[in-house]
């Protein structure tokens, strides 16, 4: 095993740990913890989901930033700034007694989580890894799947056992800090050395070009990618959002609610590690499709979920679908465009997907009105059959260079 294996691996190993600390630090840790924040400092239900969505906002309309830095200042200090700026609204979490320093903590957290999340890990691993590139982005996103598993537990722990959520965040601030200090003095800025660099080998559905992100734009096929993953996150956050009360107008048992979920997060995690094991074998596109259909079986079984074979029908459907599509939008899109301008590209792509965040408040609008989620979960379905009609029928984009003057 050369030295350059070595730190390849190593690379992965840690920015994958990065996002499997942030990921399980964030969403996932803050719901379980925010009942005895409530209950300590005296919010209101309405007060403390400010949180939420002020974490999402921030978290998407800072995606862009990230190319810019990483071009400006390299990975090393994008993820050093970013450890700093989710480290300090860890910590300013950790020391809250009002509302105001709760939301500017979540605004902080969200920018950060930006900055030391996928789009620069991508860019460390495309830099690092060639033949293995799309086997490598599967372990890194299962190890955020992993993370949305291991953060509530972790929580669960604090509060049980210390019975402190103060103390908690203080631990996440800490670990997310070092590990970005880590990355800082670990992470190299230039093409890492690779054995598999010089195939020979063509792959139709790749392009070897590097694309101007203006190109780009011009590509329907960016914006079929764009919707497919946007419509997917609408779903989720929908999901996560009133799965529990659906189920519950369905007459099914709390317990079994809160076991959809467990295995909503389980098959999310299984299906990125197998995406990342078998998409250089069938490809991106195949797995991006495959992930929206899955989706649609996934929403019609959760629309009628009232028994656990329907459930567990959308436990497998749905949890595919996210871990599916997540995955997969970054490998098509490095397929399809390159590495070289992938953090903008990705990066805009993340950006858009922000209006998924009217999902929920738009699915309990309706409710009101007609009763019930049923409709809701039905029209998602139907909105992501859409989606994957769009990508089925799609060739992947010839590049500018490459195509042939029109007279």
Not at 260 to 271: K, M, Y
Request: hydrophobic share 50%.
């Amino acid at each position: 095993m050369t030295l350059a294996t070595i730190k390849r691996w190593s690379l992965l190993s840690l920015v994958s740990t990065i996002f499997l600390a942030t990921t399980g630090g964030t969403f996932s840790s803050l719901g379980v913890l925010l009942p005895q924040m409530i209950q300590d400092i005296g919010w209101t239900w309405t007060q403390a989901g400010l949180g939420f969505t002020v974490l999402a906002l921030f978290t998407g309309i800072t995606s862009t930033v990230p190319a810019f830095t990483i071009e400006r200042i390299g990975l090393r200090m994008s993820y050093l700034i970013g450890g700093i700026l989710i480290a300090s609204g860890f910590f300013v979490f950790s020391r809250s007694s009002n509302l105001a320093t709760y939301l500017i903590g979540a605004a902080f957290i969200g920018f950060g989580y930006t900055q030391t999340g996928a789009v620069p890990a991508i860019k460390v691993l495309s830099n690092w890894f060639d033949k293995n590139r799309s086997f490598a982005i599967g372990l890194f996103f299962t190890a955020g799947a992993i993370g949305s598993i291991v953060g509530p537990l972790a929580a669960s722990y604090y509060l049980t056992n210390l019975g402190s959520w103060r103390l908690y965040w203080s631990s996440i601030a800490v670990l997310c800090l070092g590990l970005s200090v880590l990355a800082a003095l670990f992470i190299s800025d230039g093409i890492g050395p690779s054995s598999n660099r010089g195939s020979s080998e063509i792959d139709e559905n790749k392009n070897e070009t590097d694309w101007e992100f203006g190109d780009v734009l011009r590509t329907p096929q960016y914006y079929a990618i764009m919707l497919g993953v946007t419509v997917t996150l609408l779903g989720a956050l929908t999901m996560n959002t009133w799965q529990v009360t659906h189920m519950q107008n369905l007459g099914v048992a709390t317990t079994l609610t809160a076991s959809a979920l467990s295995a909503h997060a389980f098959f999310n995690a299984l299906s990125r590690a197998v995406g990342g094991l078998v998409i250089d074998r069938i490809g991106a596109k195949i797995i991006f499709s495959a992930g929206l259909f899955s989706g649609v079986v996934g929403m019609l079984a959760l629309s009628i979920a009232d028994s656990p074979l329907l459930i567990l029908l959308f436990a497998i459907g749905d949890g595919i679908s996210f871990g599916l599509v997540t995955f997969a939008t970054s490998i098509i899109l490095l397929d399809y465009y390159g590495a070289k301008n992938n953090p903008i590209i990705l990066g805009v792509v993340n950006l858009v997907t922000t209006l998924a965040m009217v999902g929920p408040v738009l699915a309990g609008y309706l409710a009101d009105r007609i009763g019930g989620f049923k409709e809701v979960f039905i029209g998602i379905s139907v909105l992501l059959f859409i989606s994957f009609a769009f990508i089925l029928f799609v060739k992947p984009p010839t590049a500018p260079s490459l195509r042939k003057p029109t007279n």
